[in-house]
């Protein structure tokens, strides 16, 4: 069974930074992937990058630029680094796992965190 604990969420100021981390617990088989997607109010959840257990990765045009996905494997950990955050980008994040490839189909994720809350002020 694999759990996922999502943090590093907060308020800023538009053009500020902040670092989300999800901390897994259990484990994947040698071929997985991890992903962020995000949920603004009244919005559909919506993906934002992906990172393969080989270190194949991806984020969405809205993010590209400015948001960045890696994972530490020694930590269990998946972070999501995001600059130059915008108004735009306030919503929850989730982090997400799935085995074997990614894609950005939040429906084809079996694992979920809970969510950590960002908020971006202009």
């Known amino acids: 069974q694999v759990h996922l604990v999502e943090s590093g969420g907060g308020s800023v100021q538009a053009g500020g930074s902040l670092r989300l981390s999800c901390a897994i617990s259990?484990?994947?088989?040698?071929?997985?992937?991890m992903a962020w997607f995000r949920q603004a109010t009244g919005k559909e959840r919506e993906w934002v990058a992906f990172i393969s257990g080989g270190g194949f990765s991806n984020t969405a045009e809205s993010v590209k630029g400015r948001f960045t996905i890696s994972q530490d494997n020694a930590k269990k950990t998946l972070y999501l680094q995001m600059n130059s955050l915008e108004p735009e980008d306030t919503a929850i994040y989730y982090c997400?796992?799935?085995?074997?490839?990614?894609?950005?189909?939040?429906?084809?994720?079996?694992?979920w965190g809970q969510g950590t809350q960002v908020t971006v002020s202009s």
């Open positions: 997400a796992g799935k085995i074997a490839g990614c894609i950005s189909i939040q429906g084809q994720y079996t694992y």
């Open positions: 259990g484990s994947f088989p040698s071929r997985y992937c």
